[in-house]
T-cell receptor, first 113, second 115 residues
Framework: DAGITQSPRHKVTETGTPVTLRCHQT?????MYWYRQDPGHGLRLIHY???????DKGEVSDGYSVSRSKTEDFLLTLESATSSQTSVYFC????????????FGPGTRLTVL | GNSVTQMEGPVTLSEEAFLTINCTYT??????LFWYVQYPGEGLQLLLK?????DKGSNKGFEATYRKETTSFHLEKGSVQVSDSAVYFC??????????????FGQGTTLQVKP
């Protein structure tokens, strides 16, 4: 357990509304990641962060933004949610003391109607 | 580009059967290879890993060998249990990207073990 929590765990929203998902870690890891999980696609990287205020895009970043104003929190925002963003979202951290093993949070199930 | 391909699932086995889940990859150089497992309703957990050619990763009775010549990292277990029922993901970190940890996943294989 790497002390990763995600909130909310479940959310239902409507198309066009903004949504923010939060990832919180307690162990001061530098790298944090947001993935989405969809059937037939495995997990795909949305954005990642390599430090406070340092972020970069992943494979499927369109329609998403992120922010990291402090080490422990990494926020994922859907500015205007669409039905194609219905998915399960996982946050992860990189433990550089364990040969770069990634530890994952419990996930957030988001449904966009 | 880099990619990971896993065998189609679901895979249904009886308890104590032998398990193989195939995984092949496309990448230049020597990527690091991983197997993650996801139990129902949970996040992913690292099952095993191999960081160089011919390395064998092992954990909880599962094994996988990094085969550079066939670009494969097949997962095996000699005798599965009902508790092994889960989704298994093969993944890689491209050569030279280990400091960023950006994983590339296969699509996942669902394993169901029946008593």
């Amino acid at each position: 357990d790497a002390g990763i929590t995600q909130s909310p765990r479940h959310k239902v929203t409507e198309t066009g509304t903004p949504v923010t998902l939060r990832c919180h870690q307690t162990e001061n890891h530098r790298y944090m990641y947001w993935y989405r999980q969809d059937p037939g696609h495995g997990l795909r990287l949305i954005h990642y962060s390599y430090g406070v205020k340092d972020t970069d895009k992943g494979e499927v970043s369109d329609g998403y933004s992120v922010s990291r104003s402090k080490t422990e929190d990494f926020l994922l925002t859907l500015e205007s949610a669409t039905s194609s963003q219905t998915s399960v979202y996982f946050c992860a951290i990189l433990d550089t003391s364990s040969y770069n093993e990634q530890f994952f949070g419990p996930g957030t199930r988001l449904t966009v109607l | 580009g880099n990619s990971v391909t896993q065998m189609e699932g679901p895979v249904t086995l009886s308890e104590e059967a032998f398990l193989t889940i195939n995984c092949t990859y496309t990448a230049t150089g020597y990527p690091s290879l991983f197997w993650y497992v996801q139990y129902p309703g949970e996040g992913l957990q690292l099952l095993l890993k191999a960081t160089k050619a011919d390395d064998k990763g092992s954990n909880k009775g599962f094994e996988a060998t990094y085969r550079k010549e066939t670009t494969s990292f097949h997962l095996e277990k000699g005798s599965v249990q009902v508790s092994d029922s889960a989704v298994y993901f093969c993944a890689l970190i491209p050569d030279g990207s280990s400091n960023t940890g950006k994983l590339i996943f296969g699509q996942g294989t669902t394993l169901q073990v029946k008593p």
